[in-house]
DNA sequence: TAGTTGACCGGAA
DNA sequence: ATTCCGGCCAACT
């Protein structure tokens, strides 16, 4: 199979259930290198597929990094209503 | 091919 | 708690 880190960062990433979250590391850890979590942010940052709940990675701080798809607030709030409804 | 960048992490001051 | 530094990886120039 040989699938790309960036590949497998995908898939983990789509499979994040509802209402959940991940943290880089633990996504980079899934992909298969728990010490591409740099690799991670930088991949992500450059996903613009709707189909890929970025929005459900954070940092390992419980704080989160970042979002293409409308920012920080908008993330937080997706969280939010996922979590809580 | 080599160098720089970035949605990070952990440790130290 | 906040700020600074080194390390690691993939993408970009």
Redesign the pocket.
């Known amino acids: 199979m040989a699938k ?3 590949e497998k960062v995908y898939e983990v990433t789509r499979k994040i259930p509802k209402g959940s979250t991940l ?3 633990e996504v980079a850890r899934k992909a298969g ?1 728990p ?5 991670v ?7 613009f597929n709707p189909e890929i709940p ?1 929005h459900r ?1 954070i ?3 419980g704080k989160m ?4 798809r409308g920012g920080i607030d908008v993330k937080m709030k997706i969280l939010k209503s996922e979590q809580n409804g």
């Open positions: 790309t880190f960036t943290t880089y590391k290198n010490k591409a979590v740099r690799a942010g930088t991949i992500l940052s450059k996903n970025c990675v940092r390992s701080d990094g970042g979002y293409n």
